[in-house]
């Protein structure tokens, strides 16, 4: 079964900083792997998505993300914050194989101070 | 740009009583999703279409919920009786893909359900 592990429920940092926001995933197949934002009571919007090809994913709003199959990893980073930036995040999995549903973590908050 | 809607944005109602949420896909896309999202955490599927067919409804409380697309477009997500439990955000998501290959899931703004 496929699962997701977001490490820190809330990340802080100040604006102009490195933001990190990190994600393990479990799968036994090849997975689709996918950041999404939510601000307070919307929807989510997808920043960016690995599927094949290019490990190092380039996403919306200067996000980005490396997909490293040894550490199981999808880690999400950003190299200066903005205080737009602060919002819930989001990492999912999707079964390559199947193109079933996402399955997301718990979620990371994201503050930004100035 | 074309969007996922969904009505209505906030609800609120009494243990017991039922309700229903509706969603309205990007015109052309094929699969349906509708997923739950308690306070805090990511959120959960609940019942998946291919057009008019249920893909996936193994996380679907049955005895209380269900869920339609009569003509493979709009949806419609019902609870009764609602429980406390149930109180969380609903999202709608929608996809041009078939059951093969993939593509990008959208999501509407979700229902933000209240049950009191």
């Known amino acids: 079964a496929q699962s997701v592990t977001q490490l820190g429920s809330h990340v802080s940092v100040s604006e102009g900083a490195l933001v990190l926001l990190r994600c393990n995933y479990s799968?036994?197949?090849?997975?689709?792997l996918f950041w999404y934002v939510q601000y307070p009571n919307q929807g989510l919007q997808l920043l960016l998505k690995?599927?094949?090809?290019?490990?190092l994913v380039k996403g919306i709003n200067g996000f980005e993300a490396e997909f490293k199959k040894s550490e199981t990893s999808f880690h999400l980073t950003k190299p200066s914050a903005h205080m737009s930036d602060a919002a819930e995040y989001f990492c999912a999995v999707s079964d390559a194989a199947a193109g079933t549903a996402l399955i997301f973590g718990k979620g990371t908050t994201l503050s930004v101070s100035s | 740009e074309a969007e996922v809607a969904q009505s209505p944005r906030y609800k609120i109602t009494e243990k017991s009583q039922a309700v229903a949420f509706w969603c309205d896909p990007i015109s052309g896309h094929a699969t349906l999703y509708w997923y739950r999202q308690i306070l805090g955490q990511g959120p959960e599927l609940l019942v998946q279409?291919?057009?008019?067919?249920?893909?996936?409804d193994s996380q679907l409380p049955k005895d209380r919920f269900s869920a339609e697309r009569l003509k493979g477009v709009d949806s419609t997500l019902k609870i009764q009786p609602a429980e406390l439990g149930d109180s969380a955000m609903y999202l709608c998501a929608s996809s041009p893909q078939g059951l093969a290959g993939f593509y990008e899931q959208y999501f509407g703004p979700g229902t933000r359900l209240t049950v009191t």
């Open positions: 279409f291919q057009d008019e067919s249920v893909v996936d």
């Open positions: 690995y599927t094949t090809g290019a490990t």
């Open positions: 799968s036994s197949v090849p997975p689709y």
